[in-house]
């Protein structure tokens, strides 16, 4: 049986409603073997950035190579969801995504403002300046631009969504063309979620936003504005010709306390179609299911996801 995370885990999983060790003969772990051969170690980094305007954003990198991997994490979520694991036999309990990602290549994370620490009680991080009001995802995806300028992180850039971070990393990805190597979506949210849900999507949005946790009404608590972010993305330029990987979960989400049944029937019927919206985005993407994960497929899996990313690592090297 898995341990259980904080408590406040439960509860964002249902935000996600919306929101290798071993064999070294195969295709995945070729690459990951092939990336391990790099450049010369790169300086780790752990702290406050400053991104202008009086705002800091708290950044963390680490590992030495090419592309740099930016895990971006899901609605809510802080960057500690890459460093954390939650398995059972036969996926090993370590390494955990950002150290394992560190192993071959330089990986960076960092905390949006209004995210939960998954501290013990679960707190919204103190590491970033607070940001109060609803967000945009230009908003955010500026934010991320702005914090890999002021901190000179090379260049290209993997990108790595989880839920609705996969938003983000695809609208950065479609605005900085020039510096977008690949992407991983980490059981990302899809554009085309609104019309499957249908008259559901209010009740939705308002659970993505207010997943009801002790810390929803916390000032400073992230929230989104999701049919703009959908707009957004929908209008933007269309994807760079980079390699692309997708990782979906095979278990049902979490129903919270209250949340209707015909939302959860509605969406895990949406869910899959969402997914391979994904998968088409780009020509021979992969698909790989989590068999056995829920939503937090990099905390369940984090071998599977740390093999994706050396896998998109190796077609980037396999391209230039």
């Known amino acids: 049986m898995r341990r259980c995370l904080p408590a406040l885990t439960a509860a964002l999983v249902s935000v996600a409603l919306i929101t290798l060790p071993g064999c070294d003969n195969t295709p995945i772990e070729k690459s990951v073997a092939a990336a391990r051969t790099r450049v010369p170690a790169a300086k780790d980094i752990s702290g406050p950035v400053d991104v202008g305007g009086g705002r800091k954003i708290h950044l963390r990198c680490k590992g030495s190579g090419s592309p740099t991997v930016i895990l971006e994490s899901g609605l809510h979520d802080s960057s500690d969801t890459w460093n954390l694991t939650d398995t059972r036999p036969p996926v090993p309990k370590s390494p955990a995504v950002f150290p394992g990602v560190a192993a071959f290549t330089r990986v960076c994370e960092y905390d949006r403002p209004g995210t939960v620490r998954y501290t013990e009680p679960p707190a919204l991080t103190t590491r970033s300046t607070p940001v109060n009001g609803e967000r945009s995802l230009t908003s955010m995806v500026s934010d991320l631009d702005k914090l890999l300028t002021a901190a000179k992180v090379p260049g290209p850039y993997l990108l790595v969504g989880h839920s609705f971070g996969g938003m983000v990393t695809r609208l950065y990805a479609q605005t900085h063309p020039e510096s977008t190597a690949g992407l991983v979506f980490v059981d990302a949210f899809g554009t085309n979620m609104k019309p499957f849900l249908g008259k559901e ?69 949406a869910w899959p179609r969402a997914q391979q919206e994904l998968v088409q985005l780009e020509p021979q993407t992969p698909h790989l299911l989590a068999t056995g994960s829920d939503h937090y497929v990099q905390i369940h899996d984090p071998d599977l996801t740390i093999s994706a990313i050396g896998l998109i690592v190796g077609r980037v090297d396999n391209g230039s």
């Open 201 to 269: 999507w209010a009740a939705y949005l308002e659970v993505l936003n207010r997943p009801g946790t002790a810390l929803d009404a916390k000032r400073g608590f992230e929230t989104v504005d999701v049919d703009g972010a959908i707009e957004a993305v929908t209008s933007a330029p269309p994807l760079p010709e980079v390699p692309l990987a997708v990782l979906s979960k095979t278990k049902p989400f979490a129903r919270p306390p209250g949340m209707p049944v015909s939302l959860v029937t509605r969406l895990e019927r």
